[in-house]
């Protein structure tokens, strides 16, 4: 396994893809963060949720992805928050998860 940047206490990354309401936008962003993560050598457990959920599911999360609409609705966290543009992009979600978690 490899672990870069900061991990949790079994080694792997938490990260949270959060939109507005349900999980439809954080669910696409989940799956394109996990191919991406695949692709860089990552291992992390990524989970997609919403803002009603947000304080609990992102309590101890490494890095939150969500659109710049959301960010000042996360308020104070220890995480790395990502704005992605295109949740579509995979070469964008590429360069930012690598520059946030970066290699030990």
Excluded: W
Excluded at 61 to 75: C, H, N, R, W, Y
């Amino acid at each position: 396994m490899t672990c870069f940047g900061s991990c949790s206490e079994d080694g792997i990354v938490k990260i949270v893809a959060i939109c507005g309401a349900g999980i439809g936008t954080s669910g696409i962003l989940k799956v394109n963060a996990e191919r991406v993560l695949a692709r860089l050598g990552i291992e992390a457990d990524v989970l997609a949720a919403h803002l009603g959920t947000l304080k609990r599911d992102a309590a101890d999360a490494q890095v939150i992805l969500t659109s710049a609409e959301f960010v000042d609705a996360i308020g104070p966290t220890n995480a790395d928050v990502i704005v992605v543009e295109n949740y579509f992009d995979t070469d964008e979600l590429s360069r930012k998860l690598e520059a946030a978690l970066g290699s030990e």
